[in-house]
């Protein structure tokens, strides 16, 4: 009897321990089998944070105020008196050209345009001296010859009087004096107009054109010496000392490099993001590590073709120019179309939407559940929440397996 009292106590805790072993297994069973309806996911806060977006292109940098000079006819370079790099003050001779021409042209437009003014005020005076002094004189002559018929008229009609002239010689006489006075208004006429009106107009169409002509040959003779219209620097010099240039040849240019503008090429598509005012940055490879500040002042206002791009071209003012952006030199340039503090967000993948709008799955007590949401602003990877969910609130972003998500779905956290 003393020996079977323990015996089962033995089995009795054998047994504890069988059950016990057995729950341990059915609640690892079962939690593996719970484990196994619950899809693995990966989750995201809705938190507060900062929300910035951005748009890239390529530009090309060009001065504000620009100075290029040009050659006005075929000629010789005389001398140069900068070179490229130089800052110059206003005033400063640049360059000059061999002038031996210009001054010969210039002599003869001017003796052109003397001769047509004096053309026209002899025109206009009655002819030439000569041309006024046989007029003088055959005005002189008629007066003599009119005195005369009326000394002959008067003589007559006293005769008739008297009954020793007849009538036909009277009438004779006044018809002579009749043809003297016309004669002599005809040359009265010639002197103070002695011009047709097509005669006056061709005569001031020759003067004008002289005039044209001397300012043109005056205006290039001062253009062979180049000098600065402002202060600025010299960057580019496209000839040398005796080289022979032809009119319209580019001789060096000049600009104020602390004004500087970007025209920047907006792909069409973007063009409707662009707002006036808008903060940009500049990147010149030229300069690693160094970073210019602007804003857009002009969006595009047309499409044009840029190599095999349909752009919008949008002109850029940089704010902090030091002198170091050179002009025509190819940047790049990124506009902050957005830029948000403080704002709720949330991955932009967890983001969904179909015909009833834009919504998320949150996570609450691990089942999905599906809330309609109204968003702010995006990027590439955030979306402002601005109603529908709280701070803090967990959403679902996908599965790790690749299946579907859905409202009531069980799921936990992949990590």
Same mark, same amino acid.
């Given at each position: 009897?003393?020996?079977?009292?323990?015996?089962?106590?033995?089995?009795?805790? *054998?047994?504890? %321990?069988?059950?016990?072993?057995?729950?341990?297994?059915? !609640?690892?069973?079962? @939690?593996?089998?719970?484990?196994? =309806?619950?899809? /693995?996911?990966?989750?995201? &806060?809705?938190? /507060?944070?900062? $929300?910035?977006?951005?748009?890239?292109?390529?530009?090309?940098?060009?001065?504000?105020?620009?100075?290029?000079?040009?050659?006005?006819?075929?000629?010789? +370079?005389?001398?140069?008196? #900068?070179?490229?790099?130089?800052?110059?003050?206003?005033?400063?001779?640049?360059?000059?050209?061999?002038?031996?021409? !210009? &001054?010969?042209?210039?002599?003869?437009?001017?003796?052109?345009?003397?001769?047509?003014?004096?053309?026209?005020?002899?025109?206009?005076?009655?002819?030439?001296?000569?041309?006024?002094?046989?007029?003088?004189?055959?005005?002189?002559?008629?007066?003599?010859?009119?005195?005369?018929?009326?000394?002959?008229?008067?003589?007559?009609?006293?005769?008739?009087?008297?009954?020793?002239?007849?009538?036909?010689? +009277?009438?004779?006489?006044?018809?002579? @004096?009749?043809?003297?006075?016309? !004669?002599?208004?005809?040359?009265?006429?010639?002197?103070?107009?002695?011009?047709?009106?097509?005669?006056?107009?061709?005569?001031?169409?020759?003067?004008?054109?002289?005039?044209?002509?001397?300012?043109?040959?005056?205006?290039?003779?001062?253009?062979?010496? #180049?000098?600065?219209?402002?202060?600025?620097?010299?960057?580019? #010099?496209? +000839?040398?000392?005796?080289?022979?240039?032809?009119?319209?040849?580019? @001789?060096?240019?000049?600009?104020?490099?602390?004004?500087?503008?970007?025209?920047?090429?907006?792909?069409?598509?973007?063009?409707?993001? $662009?707002?006036?005012?808008?903060?940009?940055?500049?990147? %010149?490879?030229?300069?690693?590590? /160094?970073? %210019?500040?602007?804003?857009? #002042? *002009?969006?595009?206002? =047309?499409?044009?073709?840029?190599?095999?791009?349909?752009?919008?071209?949008?002109?850029?003012?940089?704010?902090?120019?030091?002198?170091?952006?050179?002009?025509?030199?190819?940047?790049?340039?990124?506009?902050?179309?957005?830029?948000?503090?403080?704002?709720?967000?949330?991955? *932009?993948?967890?983001?969904?939407?179909?015909?009833?709008?834009?919504?998320?799955?949150? +996570?609450?007590?691990?089942?999905?559940?599906?809330?309609?949401?109204?968003?702010?602003?995006?990027?590439?990877?955030?979306?402002?929440?601005?109603?529908? @969910?709280?701070?803090?609130?967990?959403?679902?972003?996908?599965?790790?397996?690749?299946?579907?998500?859905?409202?009531?779905?069980?799921?936990?956290?992949?990590?």
């Amino acid at each position: 009897m003393a020996d079977t009292a323990p015996s089962n106590t033995r089995k009795k805790t *054998r047994n504890l %321990w069988v059950l016990l072993g057995l729950a341990l297994l059915a !609640a690892a069973l079962l @939690l593996h089998y719970h484990d196994q =309806t619950q899809v /693995r996911i990966r989750m995201a &806060k809705v938190q /507060r944070g900062e $929300l910035i977006s951005t748009l890239s292109t390529n530009g090309k940098v060009e001065p504000v105020q620009n100075f290029a000079a040009y050659s006005l006819k075929p000629g010789t +370079v005389k001398a140069i008196y #900068v070179h490229e790099g130089e800052k110059v003050p206003a005033g400063k001779l640049l360059l000059t050209l061999d002038d031996s021409n !210009a &001054k010969s042209d210039l002599a003869a437009a001017q003796a052109a345009m003397i001769g047509a003014q004096a053309k026209l005020q002899a025109l206009q005076h009655g002819g030439t001296r000569p041309e006024q002094i046989t007029l003088v004189g055959n005005i002189e002559k008629a007066k003599a010859a009119r005195v005369q018929a009326a000394a002959t008229l008067a003589t007559l009609q006293q005769l008739q009087k008297q009954g020793a002239a007849s009538a036909s010689e +009277v009438d004779s006489a006044r018809n002579a @004096l009749a043809a003297d006075d016309a !004669a002599l208004k005809v040359l009265y006429q010639q002197r103070s107009k002695n011009f047709s009106p097509i005669d006056l107009e061709h005569a001031q169409a020759n003067l004008a054109n002289a005039r044209a002509t001397y300012a043109s040959a005056l205006d290039v003779l001062q253009n062979e010496d #180049v000098h600065a219209p402002f202060a600025g620097t010299v960057y580019s #010099v496209l +000839v040398r000392a005796s080289d022979f240039v032809q009119a319209g040849d580019r @001789l060096l240019q000049m600009a104020d490099l602390k004004k500087m503008q970007i025209r920047a090429y907006f792909d069409e598509p973007e063009i409707g993001k $662009l707002v006036v005012g808008m903060p940009v940055t500049i990147v %010149w490879e030229a300069k690693p590590g /160094r970073v %210019w500040h602007g804003h857009i #002042v *002009r969006t595009p206002t =047309t499409i044009v073709s840029y190599g095999t791009r349909n752009v919008g071209e949008a002109l850029i003012s940089v704010d902090d120019s030091d002198g170091t952006l050179l002009p025509n030199t190819n940047v790049t340039i990124t506009v902050t179309l957005v830029d948000l503090h403080d704002a709720l967000i949330v991955p *932009r993948e967890a983001l969904r939407v179909d015909d009833s709008g834009d919504y998320v799955l949150q +996570v609450v007590d691990g089942h999905l559940q599906r809330v309609h949401v109204k968003i702010g602003q995006l990027n590439l990877t955030q979306v402002q929440i601005l109603a529908g @969910l709280p701070e803090n609130a967990v959403v679902a972003l996908s599965a790790i397996d690749g299946s579907t998500l859905r409202s009531d779905l069980a799921v936990r956290s992949a990590d």
